[in-house]
């Protein structure tokens, strides 16, 4: 299976690692849409929420206990955003599953 972060995961493709643990990787987004905008990713490849099943809803419950922490480091003490794009509607371009954190600034009122 050919998957960009699965290699980013491994190494094998470089990133700017923020946080790290058994669970989940946290690097920051080549593209950014914030001035703060990083991505958390499971270890374990799982392509989006809409793959989410009894079995590897352990592992996000991890990501978000994992997400507070990272908010930290990031210093995002004024408040954050967390999305997630599933599918073609969703506009997901990555088909593993992540979860943007977006902030550093006040951002746009606006979802869609
Ligand atoms: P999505 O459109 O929700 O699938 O988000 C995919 C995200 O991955 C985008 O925000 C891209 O900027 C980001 N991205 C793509 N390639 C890389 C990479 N090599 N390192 C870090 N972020 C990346
Ligand atoms: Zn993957």
Known sequence: MDCLFCAIIKGEIPSG?????????????????????????PKVHITSVDAID????????????????????LSLKDGYRVVSNIGDHGCQSVKHLHFHILGGERLSDKMA
């Open 17 to 41: 690692k923020i946080y790290e643990d058994e669970y989940c990787y946290c690097f920051k987004d080549i593209n950014p849409q914030a001035k703060v905008h990083a991505l958390v990713v």
């Open 54 to 73: 009894e079995q590897s809803s352990v592992i996000i419950s991890k990501i978000f206990e994992a997400i507070p922490k990272i908010a930290r480091l």
